[in-house]
């Protein structure tokens, strides 16, 4: 499938940056109420599981992962839906479900006395939550390009992440101090109520019909996102590792304000998206992803071998603002293998490599954290960062 055969199968959104930032807008809104719910128990339930639960740091990165696999599990359905019956219905699925996640959550905070118990229902409510996430990103992207054109799938991903990130960057912080007011029960409460919030921002906007074609099988769209998923993976374990154990790495080390690196992090990918997401569109997805993954790799050698906190948070800042463009560079890559009948599958197929990593990498971590400690965990992260550009070179080298 050509560039221009794909392209031409959607309306060409001519114009500037802004004209894209305008149509993409409403939904980046309703998309930045969705994930606060999943930002605000980032920091919590890790100290949650190891703390009130007594489980340890394997329970920890099976708790993180399992919302992953989830996700990973469930990105074929929300790919053909999206391509079948229109990516708003898959936006709004996803946000009941993530209410319905809230439930479990509260579920687990009534067995608490039996840890056992109060695990399987909050590994419930992460399963729940990993198929809203599934639906929500995966539908908000395939609605933002059809909006936008697939000319400008950069910048669709670049606004939709920076949505993301902004509300991981802020949701975590205020999860921290709800937790410290009205514990776990809080977070239960509030992942219940946030989600409807957002979807009564999305039932009004208009949805964009399916694309005519034929559909290509979710396995071979999966085989034609192959590499730029794979580039995707591994640039991804950086985002997982902080996630899932920089709140253990602060205790570990005696610091104070682990919370704030979620802030740093979400702080430099959103420098990076407002200042840079036209450059994947403008100069070619591997050539962004190979500086960006080097940008990656020096934060999360900075948090492995920082003394201070604000060396942390530097390594925080690095690492979102490479991790930032990654995305959508390799994403770029990735639209433009595939037919437009079949967007909304490719775009579940390349978001699918992001599960994979971080369903695999973070219970890889949780067993390296308890036999290196956990700042081993940024090591692994940076390691596998350079291992990406190894794929962003392929990618030059096939374009």
Known sequence: ????????????????????????????????VGFFMIGLPMPVL???????????????GVVAGVQFA??????????????????????????ILGSVAGLFYLLAEDLSPRPQAALAALLAGRALMGCAESLIVTGALSWGVGR???Q???????????????????GAPAGMRLYGVAGFTGIAWATVLIPLAALALVLPL???????????????????VLLPG??????????????????????????????????AFGGGFILARVFFAGLPDKLGGARVALACVLIEAAGQWLIWSGATPARAYAGALLTGAGYSLAFPAFGVEAVRRVPAASRG??????????????????????????AQGYGAVYVMGGACALAAMVVAMALRGRA
């Open 46 to 60: 890790p100290l949650y599981v190891d703390g009130a639960l007594a489980l340890g740091a394997l329970a920890v």
């Open 148 to 150: 936008a054109g697939p």
């Open 152 to 170: 400008n799938a950069g910048r669709v991903m670049a606004w939709v992440g920076v949505a993301i990130y902004a509300a991981y960057a802020l």
């Open 70 to 95: 989830a996700a990973l599990l469930s990105r074929a359905y929300a790919g053909s839906l999206a391509d079948r019956r229109g990516a708003k219905r898959a936006v709004a699925g996803g946000f």
């Open 345 to 370: 599958a490719a775009m579940g197929a390349y978001v699918a490599f992001l599960d994979v990593a971080l369903g695999l990498s973070s219970p890889a971590a949780g067993w390296l954290a308890g």
């Open 230 to 263: 794979l580039g995707l993976a591994l640039s991804s374990v950086g985002f997982g590792v902080i996630t899932a154990f920089v709140s253990l790495l602060f205790a570990q080390r005696g610091w104070d304000g682990a919370a704030w690196m979620f802030t």
């Open 1 to 32: 499938m050509s560039n221009s055969s794909a392209a031409g199968a959607l309306p060409a959104a001519h114009g500037p940056a802004r004209s894209v930032f305008a149509q993409v807008l409403p939904l980046a809104l309703a998309v930045f």
């Open 206 to 224: 208009r949805g964009v019909r399916a694309a005519g074609g034929s559909r290509s099988p979710f396995y071979k769209v999966l085989g034609l």
